[in-house]
């Protein structure tokens, strides 16, 4: 007979593997599917191993300052790429082994293979086509379970997203890179063209620059990292091309051409002229689809729409049992979310009283490039097209005694309210380690915080977090140190 569960979750990142420890916390009889990477894209190939390789670019930069700090260094330091490489798929695997370590203390089994829906409530586990190729990232030793068949009343669908790729400029791994090809490079190209400047687009391109390659942004948009504060990501196109990077907004690739060791792109700008941009590598960040094929969906009837499975704020499906979650219910595709989403979802299946659906309008997004940027809510522009009268505060990190003595004295904070209820609508942030920051505006919000109790909250002095109480206060007209 089959083995059977209260709870199946078909993937281990962020939204899968949370998703099942709060399953199991909750006395669900859980297993969780997976067929490559505990931890998923995020661990493995996403957000945690990005950072590691900022971190060394963060660090680099630094080095490279010293005499603005005062500080003599004899010799110039340079990067080593395969170290620095090394230190962030070390970075990935300790983590990836972590999520093992949780599975086993929950008492959640592991299923290893690819899981497909035979009928409501069953799924069939074959062999992985994605065999584990790196020896940092081994099979988990508590895996219980393989090819065969399972069954379970809940079944949570957490299979993540996949690069997107253009009809005609299609990654080979080899002079066109997705994300993973980006993560760990040979050698460092000497010139690069980033297709796309998104969240991901943006972080290589910010990464590789440090690491002293010549870089070139092409975005279809008109502004870079278009999901963002108009305002905001002037300031950081501003910064970045101050460091070197060059930028086309309003530009398009239209067609590469292939060379034995180099790439050639037709870039088309706004006023209809080409260009042509030749480089060693590019890179194709124009966005990820969900991992939705050979899931068994179409058979069951569960409904799909624009490559992503569609759920309501509890995760649930149009077909009953069947849940969804993470990157492949949509957007916006964040690990956070995904987390988020996978508690949620989890919670409602075990008939906990007063659970909430998640409110996709109060997920942070954060960007990890130099300089940094943050927000939560609505933008300035989005909050007008919706007919919101509304008060809007901005703050310069130049007037901030923190960001002055850190040496980090260009950036922002821009703050968005009801101007008749005083509710926070959106905040949105450019500068260093805004990241950590905006988690006090998502509080706020989620409090449903107004503008008198963030003005009347002390900030300790001397951080970058006043620049936050500052822009509140700006709003209103009563800003203290500009």
Same mark, same amino acid.
């Given at each position: ?5 209260? *709870? ?30 505990? /931890? ?23 080095? #490279? ?6 500080? *003599? ?37 592991? &299923? ?19 065999? @584990?190729?790196? =020896? ?32 005609? &400029? ?25 297709? /796309? ?14 690491? /002293? ?49 180099? &790439? ?20 194709s960040a124009v966005g990820v689809q969900g991992n939705i094929e050979n899931l068994g969906l179409e ?9 992503c499975v569609v759920a309501d704020g509890y995760g649930k499906t149009n077909v009953a049992g069947i ?20 508690? !949620? ?9 007063? !659970?909430? =659906? ?5 997920? =942070? ?7 940094? *940027? ?40 821009? @703050? ?17 380690? !805004? ?7 998502? !509080?706020?919000? #989620? ?12 900030? =300790? ?22």
């Amino acid at each position: 007979m089959a083995e059977s569960y209260d *709870v199946i979750i078909i993937g281990s990142g962020p939204g899968g593997y949370v998703a099942a420890i709060r399953a199991a916390q909750l006395g669900l009889k859980t297993a969780i599917v997976e067929r490559e990477h505990m /931890g998923g894209i995020c661990l493995n190939w996403g957000c945690i191993p990005t950072k590691a390789l900022l971190r060394s670019a963060e660090v680099l930069d630094h080095s #490279n300052h010293l005499k603005d700090y005062g500080l *003599v260094l004899e010799g110039t330091v340079k990067p080593d790429a395969k170290a620095v490489v090394g230190r962030s798929r070390a970075v990935s695997a300790r983590l990836n082994a972590g999520v093992g370590f949780l599975m086993k203390k929950n008492k959640i089994d592991i &299923i290893w293979g690819e899981a497909k829906l035979s009928k409501p409530g069953e799924i069939v586990v074959g062999k992985s086509s994605k065999p @584990v190729v790196e =020896p940092q990232h081994p099979l988990p030793k508590n895996v219980k379970s393989g090819e065969g068949t399972y069954t379970a009343k809940h079944i949570i669908l957490a299979t993540g997203a996949r690069p997107r790729a253009l009809p005609g &400029i299609e990654p080979d791994g080899k002079l066109i890179w997705t994300y993973f090809e980006a993560l760990k490079p040979d050698v460092l190209p000497k010139s690069l063209i980033v297709m /796309g400047s998104g969240a991901i687009g943006i972080e290589f391109a910010s990464f590789y620059r440090s690491m /002293g390659v010549d870089v070139t942004v092409v975005e279809v948009m008109p502004t870079i990292m278009p999901v963002e504060d108009a305002e905001i990501t002037a300031i950081a196109r501003k910064q970045l091309e101050k460091r070197g990077l060059k930028i086309f907004t309003s530009a398009k690739v239209t067609k590469v051409e292939k060379g034995a060791g180099s &790439i050639t792109a037709h870039v088309e700008t706004a006023d209809g002229k080409v260009q042509q941009i030749t480089a060693d590598r590019m890179i194709s960040a124009v966005g990820v689809q969900g991992n939705i094929e050979n899931l068994g969906l179409e058979a069951l009837g569960v409904k799909t729409d624009r490559g992503c499975v569609v759920a309501d704020g509890y995760g649930k499906t149009n077909v009953a049992g069947i849940y969804a979650i993470g990157d492949v219910a949509g957007p916006p595709m964040l690990a956070h979310k995904a987390e988020h989403e996978g508690v !949620v979802c989890v919670e409602k299946i075990a008939g906990l009283p007063n !659970v909430h =659906p998640t409110d996709k309008g109060k997920v =942070p997004g954060c960007t990890y490039c130099d300089p940094q *940027v943050a927000s939560v809510g609505l933008t300035e522009a989005k909050a007008k097209e919706l007919g919101r009268d509304i008060r809007v505060g901005r703050f310069s990190f130049a007037a901030n005694g923190k960001a002055i003595a850190l040496g980090e004295d260009q950036g922002m904070v821009k @703050v968005i309210f009801d101007k008749k209820t005083g509710e926070l609508l959106g905040a949105h942030m450019v500068g260093a380690e !805004v990241t950590e920051l905006i988690q006090g505006f998502v !509080v706020a919000m #989620n409090l449903e915080t107004t503008e008198e109790e963030l003005m009347h909250t002390i900030f =300790p002095h001397p951080t970058v977090s006043e620049t936050m109480k500052e822009a509140v206060l700006d709003a209103y007209g009563r800003v203290l140190n500009a």
